[in-house]
């Protein structure tokens, strides 16, 4: 169903795309957007800053947004996430408080002040994960959650990850910078943070990782790590480590360097 068909079978009167920075949510926005132009409803552009989002992500929504003129709301969680790691611990898989306090919770505040019938696009890609597709993702689904009672549209589900790359070429759209560092998650709050991606996010923002090793400090307990890829990791140790060289090699060109591995010349 294109995103005209959705408007006009569902009645929509306002719609809200979600924003997070990538190249999926990119793709989605831009072509529902477009596709929408000459179509007489509220748009908006929902980008939220989690408080933890890496620097590059918050500079690329607003830059894209004001390329193409989109209606851009950026959106901040009541929930402090450094506040509240510090007292409850970073979140991981089986214990992803974030995902509501951080990002759910201010977009479902801000949907619910939109006219009926109101939608939320979101670019899910059925493709990305098995979590993903046991779920059994639908295109158009109603959303209740929180008393949000809004429509819930996915227009990429069926997209695979070439059909991502292939439209953002074909419509020269600007590739999110972060990619070629070998960031791929633009929120660090450590549930699905690799360790390849910590190392990049450490050679390329010093400064915001500090932040981490700074939380390290304050957490009520002393065996809790800031990240979680498989196994604890903490960001001090990470922080001791001097592979910047190492590691910003293979964010630049990770397909040919292939995964990363620590140099054992005594440079760590």
């Known amino acids: 169903m294109n995103p005209r068909e959705f408007v006009e079978d569902y009645g929509i009167r306002s719609i809200a795309c979600c924003f997070s920075g990538g190249r999926s949510s990119l793709c989605a926005t831009h072509y529902v957007l477009t596709e929408l132009e000459e179509v007489d409803i509220e748009k908006y552009v929902l980008f939220v800053d989690t408080g933890v989002m890496i620097p590059s992500a918050v500079t690329f929504a607003q830059e894209v947004a004001s390329r193409y003129a989109w209606n851009l709301k950026v959106l901040h969680p009541k929930t402090d996430f450094w506040q509240y790691a510090a007292k409850y611990g970073v979140p991981h898989v089986y214990r992803r408080w974030c995902c509501y306090k951080l990002k759910l919770q ?120 800031c990240f979680y890829p498989g196994k604890p990791l903490y960001a001090r140790d990470v922080a001791k480590q001097r592979t910047l060289e190492t590691v910003e090699e293979h964010a630049s060109s990770p397909s040919q360097n292939g995964p990363y591995r620590p140099r054992r010349n005594g440079t760590e």
Not at 114 to 139: H, T
Not at 174 to 191: N, R, S, V, W
């Open 106 to 225: 201010p977009i479902f505040d801000f949907v619910k002040t939109l006219p009926f019938q109101r939608a939320e696009v979101l670019g899910i890609r059925g493709d990305e994960s098995l979590r993903r597709q046991r779920k059994g993702f639908k295109e158009v689904g109603y959303d209740r959650r929180r008393g949000v009672r809004a429509w819930g549209y996915l227009p990429i589900l069926t997209w695979s990850k070439k059909d991502v790359v292939a439209y953002i070429k074909e419509n020269g759209l600007p590739d999110p910078p972060h990619y070629k560092m070998g960031i791929k998650e633009t929120c660090m709050c450590g549930c699905f943070t690799s360790k390849e991606q910590i190392m990049a996010v450490k050679a390329r923002y010093p400064e915001f990782f500090q932040k981490f090793v700074d939380l390290e400090r304050k957490f009520q307990r002393k065996d809790w790590a």
